[in-house]
C-alpha cells in the first residue's frame, strides 16, 4: 500500500522567525497522525530553524528547489548534498513556477532529479500543463512529455525514491482545483506511463501528488480517489490552522481508503 504523502509548499514566505512559529504549530497538532507522511518545504534561509523543531517527531523537511552540480561558481545557487547535510529528505523539482518564472526546461529538471537521487534525496517531480494547454486537449501530451523527459535517467531502483506531483497550472494559487475525476484522470494516466516504463508493480507502489488549490474543503474528495497519494499544498500549508485541518481530514479519509 503506498503512504500518502503530504507536503507543503511555503513558496516565498516566511522569515526565519515566522517559520518557527508556524512548524511548532503543526508539530503540536499534528503529532500523532501516523498514517500520512508530512513534509514541511520552507524557504532555503528557514530549513534549519524548522529542521530543528521537527527533529525527532513524524514531521520531515523538504526543499523547493536546488542546482544539479555538486559544487562551483554557481552564484545564488545551492547544491544537493548541501540540502541532505541540512537534513532534508525531500526537494521539490520543476515546479512551475520554476518552469515559467526562472526558465527551467525538461533537460534541467531531469539533471536535477537525477542529481537529487545520487545524493539520497528523494525528488518531488512536479508536471502538469497550462490552462492554453488544457483547451487545446494537449492535456496528456504536456504530462507524458514532463514525466517521460523528467524521469529519462531513473532507473527501476531509484523511481520508488521518486514522487511525482501533478500540479495542473492553472489549478495553482487560483483557487480553482481539478476535481477529483480530473486529476485522478491524469494520475492515472501518469501511473500508466510508469507502468509502461518500470512494469505494473513498481508503478502501483510510486506516489502521485495532486497539487493546485488543494483545502481543507477539497482534500477529502480528492485524496478518495485511487490514484491519489496526497497533496503538494501552497497557499493552504503557510497557515497554520488550515494546513493542520487539512492533513487530519485527508488522514480520516486515509483510514478508510
Ligand atoms: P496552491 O499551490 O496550493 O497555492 O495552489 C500549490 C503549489 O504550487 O504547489
Known amino acids: 500500500m503506498r503512504r500518502p504523502i503530504i507536503a507543503g509548499n511555503w513558496k516565498m514566505n516566511k522569515t526565519s522567525e515566522e517559520a518557527i512559529l508556524l512548524s511548532n504549530g503543526i508539530k503540536r497538532d499534528l503529532f500523532d497522525?501516523?498514517?500520512?507522511?508530512?513534509?514541511?518545504?520552507?524557504?532555503?534561509?528557514?530549513l534549519s530553524?524548522?529542521?530543528d523543531v521537527i527533529l525527532d517527531t513524524n514531521i520531515i523537511l523538504g526543499a523547493q528547489n536546488m542546482h544539479w552540480q555538486a559544487e562551483g561558481a554557481f552564484t545564488g545557487e545551492i547544491a544537493p548534498g548541501m540540502l541532505k547535510h541540512i537534513g532534508c529528505k525531500y526537494v521539490i523539482i520543476g515546479h512551475s513556477e520554476r518552469r515559467i518564472y526562472f526558465g527551467e526546461t525538461n533537460e534541467t529538471v531531469e539533471k536535477k532529479v537525477r542529481a537529487a537521487l545520487k545524493e539520497n534525496l528523494s525528488p518531488i517531480l512536479c508536471v502538469g500543463e497550462k490552462l492554453k494547454e488544457r483547451e487545446n486537449g494537449k492535456t496528456f501530451d504536456v504530462v507524458s512529455e514532463h514525466v517521460e523527459k523528467g524521469l529519462l535517467g531513473v532507473g527501476e531502483k531509484e523511481i520508488l525514491d521518486?514522487?511525482?506531483?501533478?500540479?495542473p497550472v492553472w489549478a495553482i494559487g487560483?483557487?480553482?482545483?481539478?476535481?477529483?475525476?480530473?486529476?485522478?484522470?491524469?494520475?492515472?494516466?501518469?501511473?500508466?506511463?510508469?507502468?509502461?516504463?518500470?512494469?505494473?508493480?513498481?508503478?502501483?507502489?510510486?506516489?502521485?501528488q495532486?497539487?493546485?488549490?488543494?483545502?481543507?474543503?477539497?482534500?477529502?474528495?480528492?485524496?478518495?480517489e485511487k490514484d491519489i497519494d496526497g497533496a503538494?499544498?501552497?497557499?493552504?500549508?503557510?497557515?497554520?490552522?488550515s494546513f493542520v485541518d487539512l492533513v487530519k481530514?485527508?488522514?480520516d479519509i486515509v483510514k478508510e481508503k
Request: glycine fraction near 10%.
Open 162 to 167: 521518486v514522487v511525482i506531483a501533478y500540479e
Open 174 to 208: 487560483t483557487g480553482k482545483n481539478a476535481t477529483p475525476d480530473q486529476a485522478q484522470e491524469v494520475h492515472k494516466f501518469i501511473r500508466g506511463i510508469l507502468s509502461d516504463k518500470y512494469g505494473k508493480e513498481i508503478s502501483d507502489n510510486v506516489r502521485i
Open 33 to 46: 497522525i501516523q498514517n500520512i507522511e508530512i513534509v514541511l518545504c520552507p524557504p532555503f534561509t528557514s
Open 249 to 251: 481530514r485527508a488522514s
Open 210 to 224: 495532486y497539487g493546485g488549490s488543494v483545502n481543507p474543503d477539497n482534500i477529502a474528495d480528492l485524496i478518495k
Open 49 to 51: 530553524d524548522v529542521r
Open 232 to 241: 503538494l499544498v501552497g497557499g493552504a500549508s503557510i497557515k497554520e490552522g
